[in-house]
């Protein structure tokens, strides 16, 4: 029963493809984020969906692309990938209020090379 | 722009002894939240303090919010190899978006 689950949780690809990651969450929440993890591990945020609406958009190159079909899913596509995209990439999901508890998938590890 | 520190960066004790870590900031929060990460998996929350001055014990764990809401202490006693780790603090900031901090990567020998 995982609360929020995205996959794959390993990703090796070359440079200039096209990826996606998916992510589910079964807890009910109407905010979806997707989150950035470098190897320093600093979490940063790359977006944040509140029932399929995009209410967060970090300064995100253009190739990558959320997509939430609908409130219990939040999918990243990636275009033309580069090395410096290779990061530990999280969902997470909450509800929408000051200090609402995020709850994060395991992660996708994206290795460019 | 919000930011939070957290302090230090690394710690690296052994087993039994005391720690204290840090997350400070120059702006106002609502609430801070402590999360705890372990490798190959994503953030869980350890608490959420809210009221200037809030004191919250967790077990061995002892979390503080300061009295004016922009800074954060985690006081971890008789540290467990378990409690290793890297410790986020996360600040509720405008647009609901939680500001994180960098993480203090700690370490607890045997």
């Known amino acids: 029963d995982t609360a929020v689950s995205q996959t794959p949780k390993y990703l090796v690809t070359q440079m200039g493809n096209d990826k996606s990651i998916k992510c589910e969450q079964n807890l009910g929440h109407d905010t979806m984020y997707w989150y950035k993890q470098d190897s320093k591990k600093f979490l940063k945020i790359m977006f944040s969906y509140n029932n399929k609406e995009l209410i967060i958009n970090e300064t995100v190159p253009n190739r990558f692309s959320p997509k939430s079909p609908d409130k219990a899913h939040l999918n990243l596509h990636i275009n033309s990938l580069e090395l410096g995209d290779s990061a530990v990439y999280f969902c997470a999901s909450s509800h929408l209020f000051q200090g609402a508890e995020a709850f994060f998938g395991q992660g996708t590890r994206l290795t460019v090379v | ?110």
Do not use: M
């Not at chain 2, 960066?9 to 939240?33: A, H, P, R």
């Not at chain 2, 077990?59 to 971890?76: N, P, Y």
């Open chain 2, 1 to 110: 722009t919000q930011l939070l520190e957290q302090s230090p960066q690394f710690l690296s004790i052994q087993e039994g002894e005391n720690l204290t870590v840090y997350c400070n900031s120059s702006s106002v929060f609502s609430s801070l939240q402590w999360y705890r990460q372990e490798p190959g998996e994503g953030p869980v929350l350890l608490v959420t303090v809210v009221t200037g001055g809030e004191v919250k014990k967790l077990k061995r764990l002892t979390f503080q919010f300061g009295d004016a809401r922009k800074d954060s202490s985690l006081h971890i006693t008789a540290a467990q190899t378990g409690d290793t780790g890297l410790y986020l603090c996360a600040g509720a900031g405008s647009n609901y978006q939680l500001i994180w901090g960098a993480g203090t990567k700690l370490i607890i020998k045997p």
